[in-house]
Nanobody, 114 residues
Framework: QVQLVESGGGSVQPGGSLRLSCAAGGFTFSSYVMSWYRQAPGKHRELVAGITSDGGRTNYADSVKGRFTISRDNAKNTLYLQMNSLKAEDTAVYYC???????WGQGTQVTVSS
């Protein structure tokens, strides 16, 4: 049974930082490309960042390049997203996702507001 548990969200002021985590289980984490997605109210879910199975390559949405960093620890079956210089438009529920499996966690809410 695939398990994806996101954590680390919260409320921060613009310019602040948060570090999201995704604890994965029920599949061979180290074999999968992993991604972070987000969904803001009234908008479609969008890709934020992705990382290859060995962590050697990453990709980012243009809107977060230079501010967010995706990483993983295959020994701990955990995916991370370090988010710096947060903006109001980063407000969303953030989800981790193993590509290409059709599984999603419950997400973690990130709210950026002054």
């Amino acid at each position: 049974q695939v398990q994806l548990v996101e954590s680390g969200g919260g409320s921060v002021q613009p310019g602040g930082s948060l570090r999201l985590s995704c604890a994965a289980g029920g599949f061979t984490f180290s074999s999968y490309v992993m991604s972070w997605y987000r969904q803001a109210p009234g908008k479609h879910r969008e890709l934020v960042a992705g990382i290859t199975s060995d962590g050697g390559r990453t990709n980012y949405a243009d809107s977060v390049k230079g501010r967010f960093t995706i990483s993983r620890d295959n020994a701990k079956n955990t995916l991370y997203l370090q988010m710096n210089s947060l903006k109001a438009e980063d407000t969303a529920v953030y989800y981790c996702h193993p590509n290409p499996m059709p599984y999603w966690g419950q997400g973690t809410q990130v709210t950026v507001s002054s």
